[in-house]
T-cell receptor, first 111, second 113 residues
């Protein structure tokens, strides 16, 4: 069983809509959760992190964490064509030095 | 863009050869991690270096080795290259006090023929 699972997509949303990206993880010892954005041919870029159950908002982005369900999500409000990228979910277990990444969800925002 | 730089950007090798990839960490960062990202996959942790010593290792064979230098830069060495080693190799730096916030370099695309 993979430590982190994401729907690979592709996910397409119209410009201005809300994009919802989901991620599940298998290790209940996971302590911190991250969302990275990766444009084609580029390296991953950290956009959000969350440690506690509930919601965390940063601009148009909201991360949601539910440790009981082992589920973390990313909402992108007012989606823009520039948001088109692959979004990687990453989990850090027991504040260690190893991050487990999902395979990523490809998002396309249609103008 | 992050201040993490990697070289070379692209590399072509043949099976059985050895390769060295280099990484300069962002200013103020003393920890370097290396990840392998195969096409269509998420990054996989190879190892991390802190204070010039290996500080954790993922599920990679011993032919993957590394170094960290006093200026916190790092090298990844891969011996006896195999076709499956073809991937994007990412270096990420962080502060030891904020080890969870990784800043990635632009990567080295390695092709093994």
């Amino acid at each position: 069983q993979k430590e982190v699972e994401q729907n690979s997509g592709p996910l397409s949303v119209p410009e201005g809509a809300i994009a919802s990206l989901n991620c599940t993880y298998s290790d209940r010892g996971s302590q911190s959760f991250f969302w990275y954005r990766q444009y084609s041919g580029k390296s991953p870029e950290l956009i959000m992190f969350i440690y506690s159950n509930g919601d965390k908002e940063d601009g148009r982005f909201t991360a949601q964490l539910n440790k009981a369900s082992q589920y973390v999500s990313l909402l992108i409000r007012d989606s823009q064509p520039s948001d088109s990228a692959t979004y990687l979910c990453a989990v850090n277990i027991l504040s260690g030095n190893q991050f487990y990444f999902g395979t990523g969800t490809s998002l396309t925002v249609i103008p | 863009e992050t201040g993490v730089t990697q070289s070379p950007t692209h590399l072509i090798k043949t099976r059985g050869q050895q390769v060295t990839l280099r990484c300069s960490s962002q200013s103020g960062h003393n920890t370097v991690s290396w990840y392998q990202q195969a096409l269509g996959q998420g990054p996989q942790f190879i190892f991390q270096y802190y204070r010039e010593e290996e500080n954790g290792r993922g599920n990679f064979p011993p032919r993957f080795s590394g170094l960290q230098f006093p200026n916190y830069s790092s090298e990844l060495n891969v011996n006896a290259l195999e076709l499956d080693d073809s991937a994007l190799y990412l270096c990420a730096s962080s502060r030891s006090s904020e080890n969870e916030k990784l800043f990635f370099g632009s990567g080295t695309q390695l092709s093994v023929l």
